[in-house]
């Protein structure tokens, strides 16, 4: 199987109170997110999802993870359905600002995200962890607890256990939020890595800078639909992917 996410003529919209009427209550009006996407994630590939606020990115992520469903349309996962448990054992996923337990330990999150993805002995998944950690720079924070570290240090948690193990499917929403300019190196360089293992990885960002570099296609969401694919051979071609996301809303927009 060569896809790993598939959208079919997908809607979504959520219901809106008017507060226009004289009872806000008893009227609710669908609010249109998403209308006809329709898209492919090939596997081994690196995805960048950009748009403007409210066109539907977080919505786009959370029907893939089967927190939300469609109105209408078709989506695959895998081969799964959203949210299937088969899914789910293949998926590793990273919120903007991570909820992360504050109440224990580093070492905690960790070890608890290496026994449900790495199959081997316990010394093995402590070898990984340690790895992982060393990589993000937070292995001298083993024994911290969550509720010390600092908003950077908390981005960098985050990322070690979403790549611990190198699932196959791996989705990050604004993965470098909060990092300094030597954490969004690192996790840059993360994101490729775990490409090169045979992972797909799926990423928002705000910073088009970021998901130009290591992006091999990004799709531009506007109004409810991908608007355009862009490759990033196009993207060195026509200059830079600020210009092009900027002439595609030109060209889309009302």
């Known amino acids: 199987m060569n896809t790993v996410v598939e959208f079919k003529d997908v809607f979504k919209s959520y219901k809106k109170r008017d507060l ?3 009872n806000p209550a008893a009227s609710l009006r669908p609010r249109k997110v998403l209308k006809g996407l329709s898209f492919s994630i090939k596997r081994g590939e690196i995805f960048g999802l950009v748009g403007l606020n409210g066109q539907g990115k977080t919505t786009t ?22 949210g299937s448990v088969e899914a789910k054992r293949k998926i590793s996923f990273l919120p903007e600002n991570p909820p992360l337990y504050t109440t224990v330990k580093v070492s905690d999150i960790m070890k608890f995200a ?15 962890i340690f790895k ?20 950077g240090m908390l981005q960098r ?9 190198y699932p196959e499917f791996i989705i990050l929403d604004e993965p470098l939020s909060g990092l ?7 996790a840059k360089e993360l994101i490729k890595e775990a490409r090169n293992k045979g992972s797909t990885v799926l990423f928002t960002s ?7 570099e290591i992006s091999d296609r990004v ?21 830079d992917l600020e210009k092009i996301f900027l002439n595609t809303l030109k060209t889309y927009g009302d």
């Open 20 to 22: 226009s009427l004289r």
């Open 61 to 82: 992520l959370k029907l893939i993870l089967g927190y939300i469903f469609p109105d209408s349309g078709e989506i695959s996962v895998l081969g799964y359905s959203p």
């Open 114 to 128: 290496s026994i449900m993805r790495l199959k081997v002995e316990e010394k093995k998944r402590k070898d990984e």
């Open 206 to 212: 705000h910073i088009l800078e970021d998901i130009e």
């Open 157 to 165: 948690l985050g990322l070690a256990q979403a790549f611990l193990g």
């Open 219 to 239: 799709g531009i969401l506007y109004k409810g639909k991908i608007v355009r694919f862009v490759t990033y051979e196009e993207i060195k071609r026509e200059g």
């Open 180 to 186: 300094d300019p030597l954490g969004r190196r690192m």
């Open 132 to 151: 992982l950690l060393e990589k993000v720079n937070l292995r001298y924070a083993y024994s911290m607890k969550v509720r010390e570290l600092s908003r």
